[in-house]
């Protein structure tokens, strides 16, 4: 029974390595990729404002509507260096309150600057213009105070010192079982909050400015990404630094401060992971609806309306909720496969050089991270080509209606997999470093033992499945409006097969 970050474990530094390329390349890609698919959806809707909206647009107009997503994403960026700025200026003993300051400050910046630019940019803008340009202005604060509700409930189900955390941990006192029963039965309980926060987004923005508006929220909510990234970077970085002082034996004092670090760390990525899953559904909703206006666009009617009770559209929409189910088992038995490789090699070579154990000679760390990093790239094949082929496939059969209902039933049940997964595991996580701290008896107790298992189970759910979703969902959305103009080849959008 080697402790987590004991050095004589030949998996410890891909435990490392893991920790930066997943929390920090990979969410800064997550998030990336959200960012940029967003600007796309808004600048695609401003080109076809008129179609969309009852506006009379001129030159001058059309170009500063298809140029303010740009800006707005600017003043993002300005807020975020700020916030970002205030933190490392002020300081705080208190990690987890000085990010949330941080963020607090970005938000009320970009709100203030965004009003600025936006005072600005009217300048020359008939009546109805400007008025449209202030409304989605107010779109955009919307859609990052949204954003902020989101985080920040993920904050409340997965702090340490919330109550959802410690009841997961005092479920751990009866046993393996409930402890995983209660973290995901709070996992699917988190998913409520965000949804009624993107649900009121959605309403305010639409009414402000139509699908435009929601597109726009969608910006808005990933213009502070600057301060979101740096927050999650801020998790792996504390984790890092723990596992040194521990692989270093440099006493229990400072691990003892390096494991308080950490506990706001894991809540920091589970802010984040939910702040960007939010930000994802928003922005593949914003893709939706250009969607919809791109296949208006080349055939009048298309998508006017997704009739369910069209069976074409219905199988659509049952497929759409079917496949993040499928990507997330997909995606979980990965990591159970790479994870019995890893144990397989870590027996191997104890076995094979005893002297490992005994601390005389390092364990061979590169071969660990060869068979993660391998297996990793190996195990995203088949996902990667389902996110690919089952979109095409789907407008090809049953057409672009039913591709429509596609996205429609990714989206929502997308949504509900990645809160849940990504708030149970981090709760998990965080009821098992409760636990080390000295509560409920502490290390080594069967209560310890039952709330690492929860903290396992959890990895892969907020690791790996939970953020891929809003991939998946990003690339899907993107794909359909990529091959469009193909599909309508098919029946006139119709599909090969009419029902």
């Known amino acids: 029974d080697l402790p987590e970050d004991d050095p004589r474990n030949p998996a410890t ?59 707005i994403c600017g003043v993002g960026l300005f807020a975020s260096l700020l916030g970002i700025l205030f933190i490392k200026w002020k300081g705080s003993d208190d990690p987890g309150k000085a990010l949330n300051t ?12 965004a009003a600025l630019f936006t005072l600005i940019m009217v300048i020359g803008l008939t009546g109805e213009e400007a ?17 902020i509700i989101l985080g920040f409930t993920s904050d409340y189900f997965t702090r340490a010192d919330r109550k959802p955390t410690r009841k997961m941990a005092e479920a751990a006192q009866e046993g393996h079982a409930v402890v995983i029963l209660s973290g ?32 726009m929220a969608a910006v808005g909510m990933l213009a502070i990404v600057g301060t979101i990234v740096s927050n999650d970077a801020y998790g792996p970085i504390v984790d890092n630094a723990r596992a040194i002082a521990e692989q270093g034996d440099l006493g229990d004092d400072i691990i003892r401060t390096a494991d308080h670090l950490d506990s706001a760390g894991n809540t920091a990525k589970a802010i984040t992971k939910g702040f960007a899953i939010g930000a994802a559904n928003l922005t ?25 009770l069209k069976l074409n559209v219905l199988i659509g929409a049952f497929i759409g909720v079917v496949v993040p189910a499928l990507f997330s088992a997909l995606l979980i038995r990965a990591v159970q496969r790479n994870a019995g490789k890893m144990v397989e090699e870590i027996r191997r070579q ?42 095409i496939t789907v407008g090809i059969l049953f057409g672009v209606a039913a591709l429509g209902a596609f996205l429609a039933g990714a989206i929502l049940s997308g949504f509900v997999f990645a809160i849940m997964m ?5 709760a998990w996580d965080n009821a098992k470093k409760w636990i080390e701290d000295g509560n409920l008896g502490g290390k080594g107790t069967e209560t310890h033992k039952a709330s690492i298992t929860g903290d396992t189970v959890g990895d892969p759910f907020k690791d790996t499945a939970g953020p891929s979703i809003n991939t998946l969902l990003v690339v899907m959305s993107l794909t359909a409006s990529i091959f469009l103009g193909f599909l309508m080849l098919f029946g006139n959008g119709a599909g090969l097969l009419v029902f």
């Open 13 to 71: 530094i891909a435990d490392n390595v893991g920790d930066n390329v997943g929390d920090i390349a990979g969410m800064g890609s997550d998030l990336f990729d959200s960012y940029v698919a967003s600007i796309i959806a808004a600048m695609m809707l401003a080109a076809t404002l008129p179609l969309i909206v009852d506006i009379t647009l001129t030159e001058a107009g059309r170009f500063v509507y298809t140029v303010f997503p740009i800006v």
């Open 184 to 215: 995901f039965s709070y996992g699917l309980l988190s998913v409520v909050p965000p949804a009624i926060g993107i649900i009121i987004a959605m309403v305010f923005a639409y009414l402000l400015s139509g699908v435009f508006g929601v597109a």
């Open 350 to 391: 104890f076995e094979s050089n005893p002297k490992i154990l005994t601390g005389e000679e390092a364990a061979d760390f590169s071969r660990t991270i060869d068979i993660a990093t391998k297996g990793s790239l190996k195990e995203l094949i088949i996902p990667s080509i389902i996110s690919i082929v089952i979109p």
């Open 102 to 113: 941080g963020t607090y400050l970005s938000t009320l910046l970009f709100a203030a600057l």
């Open 131 to 147: 008025t449209m340009l202030w409304k989605l202005c107010g779109c955009a604060v919307i859609g990052l105070l949204a954003g």
């Open 422 to 426: 990504s708030n149970a595991g981090g």
């Open 284 to 308: 593949v909703l914003a893709l939706l609806f250009s969607f919809a206006t791109e296949a208006n666009d080349i055939n009048p009617g298309t998508l006017d309306v997704m009739d369910l």
